[in-house]
């Protein structure tokens, strides 16, 4: 037996504040609980993409300053919906009308960003 005193890394989770800079865009936090620096984002206001009685997506400003494993950038950060239907010939027409009027308002979207960056508003 070694007499030798034996050691161990443990990991441990700190809880403290962080106090960071914030972006003017940003309308705060979706919680205050980020695990860990890396998990932060700051995020804008959301936009509901809708077209003809269709929730169709969801669309916000988002950056992480402190990410890791993915970009720093400043993006558009876009989700679907949780839209789901079962539709009869006649419905599908608005739908397909629908999606055509939500790709123009992502085509907006993506220049109000586009004009977002080149102001340097990041």
């Known amino acids: ?4 005193p034996r050691t161990a890394q443990v990991d441990v989770h700190v809880i403290k504040s962080l106090e960071i800079d914030e972006p003017d865009w940003c309308i705060g936090h979706r919680d205050d609980l980020a695990q860990f620096k890396a998990d932060i984002t700051h995020y804008g206001p959301e936009t509901v993409i809708s077209a003809n009685g ?3 997506f969801n669309a916000r ?25 079962s ?8 739908l397909a009308d629908a999606l055509v009027q939500a ?3 992502l ?7 586009a004009a977002i960056l080149a102001r340097g508003d990041q």
């Open 1 to 4: 037996m070694s007499t030798e």
């Open 54 to 56: 269709f929730d169709l």
């Open 103 to 105: 790709a123009a308002a």
């Open 107 to 113: 085509r907006a979207l993506g220049q109000e960003f």
């Open 61 to 85: 400003l988002g950056q992480s300053p402190f990410a890791d494993r993915d970009t720093r950038d400043l993006v558009l950060y876009i989700e679907q919906t949780q839209f789901t239907a």
């Open 87 to 94: 539709l009869n010939p006649d419905e599908v027409e608005p």
